[in-house]
């Protein structure tokens, strides 16, 4: 879908473009959007390195084992349904750690593993899980105490002081994690119990078993036979 959206905007903009004699401008600006993409990359190149780096020496000194441990409990509290000890509870406190560090791009794909293990879990698998749409929500809102990626996009476009906003970041994502969990907490509530939930239907077997006996002209197992 994002795609087509995107692809919407081409087609129009070209087309007025060519409607008001402007294709110089969109030339020009294609050619300046690519330039500055080029530049931005390469510094973010270099602060995710460091970064990277740093994450790599807080690993192999236990301090990520540590933050995990902190935030195991309230792990356990976000995430009831899931199992203790399974592999997706590690997955997501890695994801968490690397997001509160400021490190999305290294929090993903933790992130993706851990909606893998899961989906496992999901008794419905054509249906998000309540425990997959809290890990969406907090990956999403998730409290950044060092926003990495603005920094070093402020200091490519020469900000006099790329890490003042350190302190509105942390506010920001702060506030929007508070809303991100007051939300799933009201929405699971009001999720009904999963026996109570109908089942899947691309996934009814029974469905499928009835169907089948009706074109064959056999009765369903289990179903009432008339009488002779």
Known sequence: MVNWIWLFFI????????????????TQ??????KNGVTICFGLISILVFWMGLMRIAEDAGLLKRLAKLLSPLVRLLFPDVPSGHPALGYIMSNMSANILGLGNAATPMGIK???????????????????????????S???????TLIAIRMNYGSANPA?????????????????IALDRWYRRKQPPAELMPPA????NGLRSIGRSRSSGTAPPGAARPPA
């Open 164 to 180: 003042e906003i350190v302190g509105t970041t942390l506010a920001a994502t702060a506030v929007a994690t508070a809303a991100a």
């Open 201 to 204: 239907y691309p996934h009814d």
């Open 114 to 140: 851990a909606m893998q293990e899961l989906q496992k879990l999901n008794p419905r698998p054509d249906t998000a899980s309540p425990a997959m749409c809290t890990l969406l929500a907090l990956n999403t």
């Open 142 to 148: 998730s409290i950044t105490l060092v926003p990495t």
């Open 11 to 26: 087609v129009v903009s070209i087309a007025a473009a060519a409607f008001t004699g402007r294709m110089d401008q969109v």
């Open 29 to 34: 600006a294609a050619f300046d959007g690519a």
